[in-house]
């Protein structure tokens, strides 16, 4: 947590920390590189056996950015408070702990992705997304995103709009003459955030989330701005439909949409054998039961579950990421690195007892997988 991994030479530093971990612990690792950040790429158990179930590891070294104290991690009673607390080094290192003790088991063959680009902006060509892109020959995968110990089965998609507003310049000192396109802008925001698709809920997500990103406009003191662009990151439900969206958005006055990018739902059935098997293992390690949740941001499980590899989110207790104090409990990163382990130890039983094709079958649907 130390490494500012927002910074390319201190992801290079962290990566190299990673590696050397492994390494020293007989773990079969090697570095592979991105846009020319490291990706960090292991494997352990039943690796000589690829007819044995294939469950991926996977977690993201990079963070948001932050001041600088907020890379000198303190410890307040269980809570480990820092940046990248909770998202995610602190699940990283659960699961780099995770992969070294069920290294000598031979019944499941574990592949860990440790990747440097979850948090870039840079969403049209991630180092997961390579991975993925010249196949992988995996049953599951786990990305260690915050959960609180919960089973993310769905995930919202994302819709990044760049949206460009005009209004009419006048000089600054009679504002009256012009229409000002910064505050039109606004406006219009606020109207996104009222339309049809906004009041949609399902049975994991009370509601879509909108956020004014960026604001940009104006390009002198003494005039009335007469253009300005707007980035909103919409994160949509599943079920919902991305040119519906569009369509309500497009209909808003001197609005117009210049750029579109979007990344589809996250959905995997709460009844596929190995989603059952983690909840087994988390059982094992917690109180009360672990609930199927859906999650209200997007993460790279989607780019498993568009290559048919059943993806979820899970990770440790905690709170606060993206956010000035964040924090992850660290009693919860023992009960999340023997969840993981216990979820190993008791798969080739569950896909025994459920068949080795029951549940694993996903269908495209508009908006996602399911």
Not at 20 to 48: F, K, M, Q, T, Y
Not at 123 to 140: H, K, N, P, Q, Y
Not at 148 to 168: C, M, N, P, S, Y
Not at 217 to 230: L, T
Request: glycine content about 10%; hydrophobic content about 40%; proline content about 6%.
């Amino acid at each position: 947590m130390t490494y500012d991994t927002s910074k390319p030479d201190q992801l290079q530093a962290a990566s190299a920390f990673v590696k050397g971990w492994l390494e020293s612990r007989d773990v079969a690792v090697a570095e592979r590189e991105h846009n020319g950040l490291p990706v960090i790429v292991a494997s352990a158990g039943a690796d000589a056996h690829p007819d044995k179930p294939t469950v991926i590891f996977h977690g993201h070294l990079d963070v948001v950015p932050a001041f600088e104290h907020q890379f000198a991690p303190r410890i307040e009673g269980d809570r480990l408070i820092g940046r990248g607390a909770y998202d995610m080094k602190g699940a990283l290192a659960a699961m780099m702990g995770a992969l070294q003790d069920s290294s000598a088991q031979d019944a499941v063959r574990l592949l860990f992705y440790c990747v440097p680009d979850e948090e870039s902006e840079d969403i049209e060509d991630r180092s997961t997304d390579r991975l993925v892109a010249e196949g992988i020959a995996a049953d599951f995968a786990i990305t260690g995103e915050p959960t609180d110990l919960h089973i993310g089965v769905q995930a919202k998609g994302v819709l990044a709009v760049r949206a460009e507003v005009t209004g009419t310049a006048a000089h600054g000192s009679t504002p009256w003459l012009g229409d000002n396109a910064i505050l039109k802008a606004h406006d219009a925001f606020r109207r996104i955030e009222t339309l049809p698709f906004s009041r949609m809920s399902s049975d994991l997500f009370d509601r879509p989330s909108i956020n004014l990103a960026r604001i940009e406009g104006g390009d002198a003191f003494n005039k009335v701005p007469d253009r300005c662009w707007m980035d909103v990151d919409i994160r949509f439900l599943p079920g919902q439909d991305i040119g519906e969206i569009l369509a309500e958005i497009r209909q808003i006055q001197d609005l117009e949409i210049v750029k579109s990018f979007t990344r589809a739902p996250a959905i995997v059935s709460r009844t596929n054998p190995f989603v059952l098997a983690l909840r087994d293992g988390i059982s094992r390690s917690i109180e009360g039961e672990p609930l199927s949740v859906g999650r209200d941001g997007a993460s790279d499980a989607i780019s498993f579950l568009e290559a048919g590899i059943p993806a979820v989110e899970f990770g440790p207790v905690g709170g606060g990421h993206h956010g000035p104090a964040e924090w992850v409990s660290i009693a919860s990163l023992g009960r999340y690195r023997q969840a993981l382990g216990d979820f190993v130890h008791q798969l080739p039983s569950w896909l025994e007892r459920m068949g080795p094709d029951e549940g694993l079958t996903l269908r495209a649907v508009d908006g996602g997988l399911a």
